[in-house]
């Protein structure tokens, strides 16, 4: 039994590159943890090859499943060893939860948000919706205002069941928010949230497959996004953000997962906002942890779970990155209509 | 006076790409401080580049020179308050300093590392030495175990007046450790500790310029570097540790700076990084503070300053980011031969 068998398995059964590091990835999440959103958390690649991992281990005879737990098998404990597999230490400060950021400044900001946040609309698979935790969304605009993004800056929100834009509206700090979304509940909620706050927020509706309305486009120094991640779909999204960009100094914040994309599609995409004439500032892995949505048990990925528990609300198990792109050159991006299905790849695990 | 003049300026005189939006990082930084050091550290572009239009401010009567004082005048003031400029707001996280890691488990190494770390090399010009505090040691030792680049893996550092090598080896938990060094005392130096804590640690004189040694290329799991920043070595440096790299899932930790790098070279080196095979999962910015070096007075940036203070040992301003890649396909780098100064470029500050 070679690791390299099982990455094998997975890239042929499932479609999706993985590597022997990628396999060793899961057998440390299950050396520290038995809990299987845990391990999905932990190893750090997309789930469909973790689940797929999973049961190959199982059939080799180095993992085994019992109720919801998966546990090493003494042949596993051994074959870890033998392989020189450590446990996963995630070493995360515990203060500012490993994003590096001091929220204290943000305090008042968060009781508002979190007050107004309480009758939000939930989670729609239909829109492949799943929003980040409200100290989540407080510390993305702790980190835009850090990175001069925030204070006298004209910012749009693209796709915002997050609620980005309310919060950054809410500090009173930008010259302008705007926020774009297809769901009428998430722009009749921000409306709402505007006009009650009386805050400097236009809100529009949205589908983010067409073009960008003319009005928009090379108007903003900042936007905000979290594409769907299908590497169509997530360009897609990065364009839209990128041409709404005034040109040199716009900065661009982007969400993206172990857990839908392979470090392969990482790269890919990471080259195409290069070539868009953007470079990578900041990268932070688990920047974002998100409330678990409604519509687990009918995600793609549930049926591949080698073994079932629905998680908690509040049970953090689906983290992404926070990457922020700054342009150095003209963007060069083209703001053209996508159709057909732009949210599905061969690793996309939550649609 | 517009920004756009103060940028095209620094770009004729100094050769180094600057955007308005940097001339307006420097208005910010002499809004938030008076000191030329912190100025210098939150402005983020070139030193040459702050120093230029610091110079191209007080011309404009935007910014005034008092004594070792840099302070921005009524104009100034008016200005920033006109073009919507913010004074920089760091909220760097006081517990971790913005890397995000707890380090408590850390202690033992921390004290062990200083012990042994109090008879080190001072920092020589001659081979662009310069290195980062104890505590920013090991908090890379922290980074390189929560991504399981440590335990129970081979490593590589290529250039290590840091000491990487020598805290690496104090954990005992890599399998093995190997450093290469041109400097003749610092390699004499880590010998010498190794010895006396009987560590797994292996010690070669090497001038990074040459080949790496037949028997170094594709053994290693990880490589850390910190390389010089023209873009020549830059790559020069981060292709050996590519080439170190045993294939696919090998990861390398490398330190870039803003103040010897414009974000036109940062974007230039991803390019590059990417194209080699690899992909950028971690991007830290500010990971690492450098303990200030005796020849400050004859670094290249000194004359250009336009108010002058020898900055304290510990009083930080010269910081680098941490970005961690990871081999997605097999390295794409030759193991050639460099001739010449590959340690300058127009945006060199303190060779």
């Given at each position: 039994m070679e690791l390299r068998d099982i990455a094998k398995r997975i890239e042929e059964k499932q479609g999706i590159p993985v590597s022997v590091r990628d396999v060793a990835r899961v057998i440390s999440a299950v050396l520290t943890s038995s809990d299987i959103w845990r391990i999905v958390d932990m190893a750090g690649i997309p789930v469909l090859a973790t689940c797929e991992a999973l049961r190959a281990l199982e059939e080799a005879g180095w993992v085994t499943f019992q109720n919801d737990r998966v546990l090493l098998t003494a042949n596993g404990k051994e074959a870890a060893a033998r392989l020189g597999i450590h446990p996963v230490e995630e070493l995360r400060c515990p203060r500012c939860h490993g994003r590096g950021l001091e929220l204290w400044p943000f305090q008042d900001l968060a009781h508002e948000f979190h007050e107004l946040a309480k009758d939000r609309p939930e989670a729609s698979q239909e829109f492949d919706q799943g929003y980040v935790t409200e100290e989540t969304t407080v510390a993305r605009i702790a980190l835009l205002h850090a990175r001069g993004d925030l204070a006298g800056k004209e910012m749009l929100v693209l796709g915002d069941d997050d609620l980005v834009s309310l919060a950054a509206a809410l500090t009173r700090l930008p010259k302008r928010v705007v926020a774009l979304d297809v769901d009428r509940r998430i722009v009749e909620f921000l409306r709402t949230a505007a006009k009650k706050k009386?805050?400097?927020?236009?809100?529009?509706?949205?589908?983010?497959?067409?073009?960008?309305?003319?009005?928009?486009?090379?108007?903003?120094?900042?936007?905000?996004?979290?594409?769907?991640?299908?590497?169509?779909?997530?360009?897609?999204?990065?364009?839209?953000?990128?041409?709404?960009?005034?040109?040199?100094?716009?900065?661009?914040?982007?969400?993206?997962?172990?857990?839908?994309?392979?470090?392969?599609?990482?790269?890919?995409?990471?080259?195409?906002?290069?070539?868009?004439?953007?470079?990578?500032?900041?990268?932070?892995?688990?920047?974002?942890?998100?409330?678990?949505?409604?519509?687990?048990?009918?995600?793609?990925?549930?049926?591949?779970?080698?073994?079932?528990?629905?998680?908690?609300?509040?049970?953090?198990?689906?983290?992404?990155?926070?990457?922020?792109?700054?342009?150095?050159?003209?963007?060069?991006?083209?703001?053209?209509?996508?159709?057909?299905?732009?949210?599905?790849?061969?690793?996309?695990?939550?649609?």
């Open positions: 009386n805050l400097n927020l236009e809100v529009l509706q949205h589908d983010l497959r067409e073009p960008l309305p003319e009005e928009l486009l090379r108007r903003f120094d900042t936007f905000v996004c979290d594409p769907t991640e299908s590497f169509r779909g997530y360009l897609a999204f990065a364009h839209r953000g990128i041409s709404a960009l005034r040109g040199p100094g716009g900065a661009g914040y982007l969400g993206l997962t172990r857990l839908e994309a392979s470090l392969h599609k990482w790269r890919r995409i990471q080259l195409a906002l290069l070539e868009a004439g953007a470079v990578i500032t900041d990268l932070f892995p688990n920047f974002h942890e998100y409330v678990n949505w409604p519509y687990i048990e009918t995600m793609r990925a549930w049926p591949h779970l080698p073994v079932k528990r629905v998680p908690g609300k509040f049970e953090p198990w689906y983290r992404s990155a926070l990457i922020r792109i700054e342009l150095v050159e003209e963007g060069k991006v083209e703001n053209v209509r996508y159709s057909g299905d732009i949210f599905t790849d061969e690793e996309a695990a939550t649609t």
